[in-house]
């Protein structure tokens, strides 16, 4: 089955600092790739996502890359702010539509003002 | 639109004993999943429904798990008896019939002693 690895597992960054979370996947199937943020004692939100015919996709100051050929896809925040502090978890799903997602383990992100 | 609801948040039980959890899904949302997080480690899944129908409960630990979707609208999820191992937060999901990502409920917090 699919395997989803994220690294890293904390990163702590500088208000204003950007921030990069890595991940890659095994099944060169999978095809949708959301990223989820968890704030603390909230629920997961999807934050943004990425299909596998796109290499590229930003939101404000958010923004995810994707690369087929080497299986890996990040999620980059630039101008990071103390309230972008939660973990965020990539995911990779394989087919359309409904489907399970394969999660990776989350990232502590800490933005210190 | 009401958001995905789960019950209880918490829950504290003895080893051997029974524990259900509820999961009210948005309200059209066919797909309804449960995930689990273990010691932080990443968001495991457990099953998946379309509508009443499990579509995929590959994810289900042993047979002392037990999930049902009455008439495709709330769902339960049964642990009986628990084991020590079983502690974890339980995530509830939905999605649309087409849809790709999901809406996380808040999570159930089982503890067992």
């Known amino acids: 089955g699919e395997n989803v690895e994220q690294h890293p597992s904390t990163l702590s960054v500088q208000e204003g600092d950007s921030a990069v979370i890595k991940c890659t996947y095994s099944?060169?199937?999978?095809?949708?790739f959301p990223w989820y943020k968890q704030e603390l004692g909230k629920r997961p939100q999807l934050i943004i996502d990425?299909?596998?015919?796109?290499g590229e996709k930003k939101d404000q100051r958010i923004a995810v890359t994707l690369n087929k050929t080497a299986k890996h896809f990040s999620l980059h925040i630039t101008e990071t702010q103390p309230e972008d502090s939660a973990v965020y978890f990539c995911?990779?799903?394989?087919?359309?539509?409904?489907?399970?997602?394969?999660f990776g383990d989350g990232t502590t992100l800490t933005v210190k003002p | 639109e009401a958001g995905v609801t789960q019950f209880p948040s918490h829950s504290v039980i003895e080893k051997g004993q029974t524990v259900t959890l509820r999961c009210d899904p948005i309200?059209?949302?066919?797909?309804l999943y449960w995930y689990r997080r273990v010691m932080g480690k990443e968001i495991k899944f457990l099953l998946h429904?379309?509508?009443?129908?499990?579509q995929d409960e590959s994810g289900m630990p042993n047979n002392r798990f037990l999930a049902e979707r009455t008439g495709g609208t709330y769902s339960t999820l049964k642990v009986q008896p628990a084991e020590l191992e079983d502690s974890g937060v339980y995530f509830c999901a939905s999605s649309q019939r087409w849809g790709d990502g999901y809406t996380f409920g808040s999570g159930t917090r089982l503890t067992v002693v």
């Open positions: 099944d060169s199937a999978s095809n949708y």
């Open positions: 995911a990779a799903k394989i087919g359309t539509n409904a489907g399970k997602s394969t």
């Open positions: 990425i299909r596998s015919n796109v």
């Open positions: 429904f379309v509508k009443e129908s499990k």
């Open positions: 309200s059209g949302h066919d797909n």
